[in-house]
């Protein structure tokens, strides 16, 4: 009985701190171009977002500007070089195991805590997660990537995940592969891109309709849209470059995409070699790994090679050994992802909306937001006080904010733990007075309900003072009664 009575204690603490967690929704529409609006616009329910809420004219997605490392970056605020997720393929030297992110499926690659994570360690916290770009999240409600599922189909999945009468969640994060799809296939300026950029736009207004129908959701709901990278074009050739035409690859080993590769070099006395042969690729920068511009923050993991390509805006180098010893044929227009992060047409997107954000903000052009500062404002929104360390910075986040003192405390702090917010003090102390009120109540509730029924069962039986009186009583009628020789058993 008192078990039950704990759970159920338990049960309800957890439940009031659930309804008074802030809510954020994390919407990421892959390959997301930062001027799409301009070039494919006007998207209506863009602009809806930027009246009512912040944004960046562009953000600055981490390098490699690929999908898997960007979407980790986004959720743990760090660089590829601190995660260790830096390409959507991985060489581990040490292990001699190969991370492909279309085919791997071992936890080792995943070893940071994410925002959704660390938000669920609070009491009455949960996190419900659809179709990221992530094998092993382990949060109360997840579901994986399904090819094919609609936008709608998540949407009204993850609001119902939030709207949940006994374990609503209180973050979201939500993955749709559109516009990136389109855009790899036919490039960042084809009528297709036009066309699924505008469906990606009607998708929204789905999204913001349906939370403006949800009381709760419609003044409560922090809201994040934004995506991993942008998108270049490659231009058609019937003469595609591959790595083979400039290096013995009996001698190394390549891993990363047609952009950037990480070359691991056999022995150590072949490097300087290698780094000659590999600086004849045309349209193209080979770097030593200690030799790489520090804007990349891409030197320190043991997951990058000891020399590093980066293909121009435009050019991809393949791989004959990747490729089965095939040709690629690129006859066609196309796109990619995998440049240089801070070439334009990488970066991608920032709007955000919420109680507590100001309306019709944006961030000036000279401010340059990268796409790790969110798990900042993730923190604050979710009121985490104690978010691990991270390369994110409050420095433009602040401008975001109604009260924009509630970042004071952590702006040139970014390699400290955050501190307690005052919001936080707010939620310990509701629960510990939760659960002094409950213990109060359960504890009047039993002593009302014994006395009403002692009072009952003295009304009931006048004569007996208690129940046992009661009991004792008509134990020793019927043992008087079989004490007369005339009645037997059968009479009672
Ligand atoms: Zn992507």
Same mark, same amino acid.
């Given at each position: 009985m008192e078990w039950f009575l704990f759970a159920l204690l338990f049960y309800q603490i957890s439940f009031l701190c659930s309804q008074s967690l802030p809510l954020l929704l994390l919407v990421s529409f892959d390959g997301f171009r930062w001027d799409y609006p301009k070039i494919h616009g006007p998207?209506?329910?863009?602009?809806?977002?930027?009246?009512?809420?912040?944004?960046?004219?562009?953000?600055? @997605? *981490?390098f490699t500007t690929s999908t898997f490392p960007n979407h980790y970056s986004l959720i743990t605020g760090l660089y590829e070089e601190s995660h260790g997720l830096v390409s959507d393929e991985i060489y581990d030297r040490r292990s001699n195991e190969i991370f492909r992110s279309w085919e791997s499926n071992s936890s080792q690659w995943w070893p940071i805590k994410t925002i959704w994570s660390i938000n669920e360690q609070r009491l009455g916290a949960r996190s419900g997660v659809i179709g990221w770009p992530q094998k092993f999240i382990d949060v109360s409600k997840s579901e994986v990537y399904r090819e094919g599922r609609s936008f709608k189909d998540i949407v009204d999945q993850i609001l119902r995940w939030f709207d949940d009468s006994n374990e609503p969640i209180n973050f979201g994060a939500i993955y749709f592969p559109e516009p990136d799809? *389109?855009?790899?296939? /036919?490039?960042?300026?084809?009528?297709? &891109?036009k066309q699924k950029v505008k469906e990606c736009d009607d998708n929204l207004g789905y999204l913001l309709n349906e939370i403006d129908k949800n009381v709760k959701l419609k003044n409560n709901l922090h809201l994040i849209v934004t995506s991993d990278h942008g998108m270049e074009q490659v231009n058609a050739t019937?003469? @595609?470059?591959?790595?083979?035409?400039?290096? +013995?690859?009996?001698?190394?080993?390549?891993?990363?995409?047609?952009? &950037?590769?990480?070359?691991?070099?056999?022995? @150590?006395?072949?490097?300087?070699?290698?780094?000659?042969?590999?600086?004849?690729? @045309? /349209?193209?920068?080979?770097y030593k790994k200690d030799q790489l511009p520090d804007q990349y923050h891409y030197k320190t993991h043991p997951h990058i090679g000891d020399l590093i390509i980066i293909l121009n805006p435009g050019y991809e180098l393949h791989r004959l050994s990747f490729d089965d010893g095939n040709t690629v044929n690129l006859s066609r227009i196309h796109g990619n992802s995998g440049y240089d992060n801070q070439l334009e047409s990488m970066k991608t997107i920032f709007y955000a909306t919420g109680p507590?954000?100001?309306? /019709?903000?944006?961030?000036?052009?000279?401010?340059?937001?990268?796409?790790? +500062?969110?798990f900042v404002l993730m923190c604050l929104i979710l009121n985490i006080g104690k978010c691990p360390s991270s390369n994110s910075s409050a420095t433009h986040?602040?401008?975001?904010?109604?009260d924009s003192s509630k970042v004071a405390s952590i702006i040139g702090k970014e390699t400290e733990k955050l501190h307690d917010g005052p919001m936080g003090l707010v939620l310990y102390l509701l629960v510990l007075v939760s659960f002094v009120l409950i213990l109060i109540m359960a504890v009047a509730?039993?002593?009302?309900?014994?006395?009403?029924?002692?009072?009952?069962?003295?009304?009931?039986?006048? +004569?007996?003072?208690?129940?046992?009186?009661?009991?004792?009583?008509?134990? &020793?009628?019927i043992n008087d009664l079989k004490l007369h020789p005339a009645i037997g058993d059968d009479n009672l």
């Open positions: 998207l209506t329910n863009f602009a809806r977002l930027e009246r009512h809420g912040v944004r960046a004219p562009s953000m600055i @997605p *981490t799809l *389109t855009g790899r296939r /036919n490039g960042p300026y084809s009528l297709e &891109t019937d003469r @595609p470059m591959y790595l083979e035409q400039y290096v +013995d690859m009996t001698k190394c080993k390549a891993f990363g995409t047609e952009t &950037t590769l990480n070359i691991f070099v056999n022995n @150590p006395n072949d490097i300087d070699a290698i780094y000659r042969n590999l600086s004849k690729i @045309p /349209n193209s920068n080979t507590e954000l100001k309306e /019709n903000f944006t961030l000036s052009n000279s401010d340059s937001l990268h796409s790790v +500062d969110l986040i602040q401008s975001f904010l109604i509730w039993s002593t009302v309900a014994f006395r009403n029924a002692s009072a009952m069962a003295r009304a009931a039986h006048p +004569d007996a003072a208690t129940l046992a009186e009661q009991n004792q009583y008509k134990f &020793t009628q």
